[in-house]
């Protein structure tokens, strides 16, 4: 039986590998980068470190005049590193705005202000390793100034908007011939999910790797893996109550494949469901709820931050539920005032009196 601690381990090891695949084809000095930063950095952090270094090494030995002689960049020295200016990261800042790599030139990429801001901290922390170590004279990075991050609205879903949206699960009520095919088939399971994210504010990794076993309505919570690896109960209420109590109904009936008895959310296969089948099916019912917003599980997510800042006032309660490890990130997102609020404020005072 695959319980949520095998779950957790398989994906890790899959990312191990991923990671170790990636460092082969990086300098050799670089691993005493990623020795280092083990203790205090998730996987995941690490994989997309060695991404963006490994795109930097590319830039810089093919588009750069002093480091073009150096093939494959994988026979890139400390001594080349320490040759790199501040002038090279601006230039690799401009070019991340729209390129190609030459492993796969008929690929195009692009890269916004926040995923130019991700890859110079990237920069920054390798080149203040090398440099604290003594390896190189200075660390250039920290010269080169952050791109500006405009922010973008948060997009979420109104009041009216989630009542419509469960409702629409509910009835199937707008879906072509062959989703109602299915739809007869996944009414529950679909409803359950979307609840879910609109009531406990759960992430997709989590909600995908949830178990019966972790479920108990004695406290009304169910256990669940946090990103880095901690578990916590999370709660819910009655609405998401009833409608886990109502998908287990289906559940005991359908007899999963091997591995997968214990997984709470099943595909039409009969496995655990996949994080690409979960966004397919959001974006399924939301694009008929409303066409013109663009709805992921994350903005479902979103939706729920949102509602519970509104209901509580509490951003540290808000953070501590979603599992931000920073509240600034959570009041970046769910404290805006809204335009309501902004009315109101120019309402209230009075430079005169009537």
Do not use: W
């Not at 729209?98 to 796969?104: G, K, L, N, Q």
């Not at 989630?162 to 399971?189: C, F, I």
Request: hydrophobic share 35%.
């Amino acid at each position: 039986m695959l319980d949520q601690n095998s779950y957790d381990t398989h994906k890790n090891r899959e990312n191990i590998l991923k990671l170790r695949i990636v460092l082969r084809e990086l300098p050799p000095f670089c691993r005493d980068f990623f020795r280092a930063i083990e203790p205090n950095t998730s996987i995941l952090t690490r994989i997309n470190y060695a991404y963006d270094l490994r795109l930097f090494f590319e830039f810089l030995t093919n588009e750069v005049t002093e480091f073009t002689h150096i093939q494959p960049f994988s026979k890139f020295t400390l001594e080349d590193l320490n040759l790199v200016q501040a002038v090279h990261i601006e230039m690799f800042l401009e070019y991340l705005t729209y390129y190609s790599r030459p492993s796969t030139p008929e690929i195009e990429h692009q890269n916004s202000e926040s995923g130019k801001a991700r890859k110079l901290s990237t920069l920054r922390s390798f080149l203040a390793y090398y440099f604290k170590n003594e390896k190189i004279d200075r660390n250039v990075a920290s010269l080169v100034d952050h791109p500006k991050i405009h922010e973008k609205p948060v997009i979420r879903l109104e009041p009216d908007e989630v009542a419509r949206l469960l409702d629409l699960v509910e009835s199937g009520q707008g879906l072509t011939e062959r989703q109602k095919h299915y739809h007869k088939y996944t009414k529950q399971r679909d409803v359950t999910i979307l609840t879910l994210f609109l009531g406990t504010g759960i992430r997709i990794s989590e909600c995908v790797g949830l178990n019966i076993s972790d479920l108990d309505f004695s406290v009304n919570g169910f256990r669940i893996t946090r990103k880095g690896g901690n578990q916590v109960i999370l709660y819910f209420g009655d609405e998401v109550r009833k409608a886990l109590l109502d998908y287990l109904e289906e559940r005991e009936k359908i007899e999963a494949l091997p591995g997968h008895e214990d997984a709470l959310f099943l595909s039409m296969q009969r496995k655990r469901i996949s994080n690409r089948a979960v966004q397919n099916l959001v974006k399924k019912y939301s694009k008929i709820v409303t066409p013109l917003k663009n709805i992921s599980p994350h903005k479902l997510r979103s939706t729920y931050g949102t509602a519970l800042y509104q209901e509580t006032g509490d951003i540290y309660l808000v953070a501590d539920v979603l599992g931000h490890k920073d509240v600034n990130t959570t009041r970046k997102h769910y404290a805006a005032i809204s335009d309501e609020k902004r009315r109101m404020a120019a309402r209230v005072v009075k430079l005169r009196e009537d």
